[in-house]
């Protein structure tokens, strides 16, 4: 039978008096022309999690759209973008202003693979020091820069499944399926940051001491924005005090319950990642 765990204390109590600011101020930067998706999943996963306040930095053009399907609580913050509906280095002004007021950044998901787009992320991550979580195409814009990892001051934590583990840092495919352990261990030293290698059996580590290997979850969460909603409950309990591995292993184990039981009722075939947020909370309520 499956061993649950249960949720630090942290996550569990909360002050009569507190205020939203109390539990995190979010900046996710994601979504495209052809992912906003991705925006809208992570966006109300973190929200779910707990976060206090969740803003989402999108391409100008989408911002209408993405109004018109966001969970109400969820706040737009419109950016500059190329021709082609994709975050522009342009918007690092806009940026760099707004991580002033931020706790913790997600960037990644949905944001498409363009040149400037790349820089962004790039030039984003050298001028902040704030918890981040790097995720999906943020993932790619670090091929051959991995020495801003070493350089970061703050805590990173990167979330690639296997295709994306081989192509940051160069290392084949079959010999990560192989050597999961070593390889999540060793990045994850190697580039000062928490890894979650996604995937059955998901491994969290920081390339020391700590190391999880992760029990929940499904094949049937291996679906399109599965991945974007994990990032937000990550971010969700950095924003909530929890260091960087223990929110990546909580936040782990929470995503793959949710998994469970929205498989219960959807079936794993007919889960969709917007069924796993849907069941957040309970996941929260049987780990409390």
């Not at 990560?176 to 059955?200: F, Q, T």
């Not at 591995?245 to 909580?250: D, G, L």
């Amino acid at each position: 039978m499956l061993k649950l765990m249960r949720l630090p204390t942290q996550l569990l109590h909360r002050k009569l008096n507190s205020h939203k600011g109390d539990y995190g101020r979010i900046l996710i930067l994601a979504g495209s022309n052809r992912f906003s998706g991705a925006a809208l999943l992570c966006a109300e996963s973190t929200l779910r999690a707990g976060a206090g306040a969740v803003t989402v930095g999108i391409p100008v053009s989408i911002n209408l759209a993405f109004i018109k399907n966001k969970t109400k609580e969820v706040m737009t913050f419109p950016l500059p973008e190329t021709k082609t509906g994709k975050l522009s280095l342009s918007a690092f002004s806009k940026i760099k202003h707004a991580l002033k007021n931020t706790d913790v950044l997600i960037i990644g998901p949905g944001l498409d693979n363009h040149k400037s787009t790349y820089a962004l992320v790039r030039r984003i991550i050298k001028a902040s020091n704030l918890p981040m979580i790097i995720d999906a195409d943020a993932l790619n814009a670090l091929k051959g820069h991995l020495e801003l990892l070493k350089e970061y001051k703050g805590k990173i934590i990167l979330t690639p499944h296997v295709k994306e583990m081989a192509g940051l840092f160069k290392v084949e495919v079959n010999f990560i399926k192989k050597n999961r352990k070593l390889v999540a261990k060793k990045y994850a030293k190697d580039y000062n940051s928490i890894i979650i290698l996604k995937g059955h059996g998901s491994i969290v580590t920081d390339g020391k001491k700590k190391f999880y290997i992760n029990k929940t979850g499904n094949p049937g969460m291996a679906t399109a924005g599965s991945g974007d909603v994990l990032s937000g409950i990550v971010g969700a309990f950095l924003a909530q005090g929890l260091d960087a591995f223990n929110a990546a292993k909580y936040a782990t184990h929470i995503h793959g319950l949710a998994g469970d039981i929205a498989a219960e009722d959807k079936t794993q075939i007919g889960l969709i990642a917007s069924d796993i947020i849907s069941r957040i909370p309970d996941a929260l309520k049987i780990c409390s």
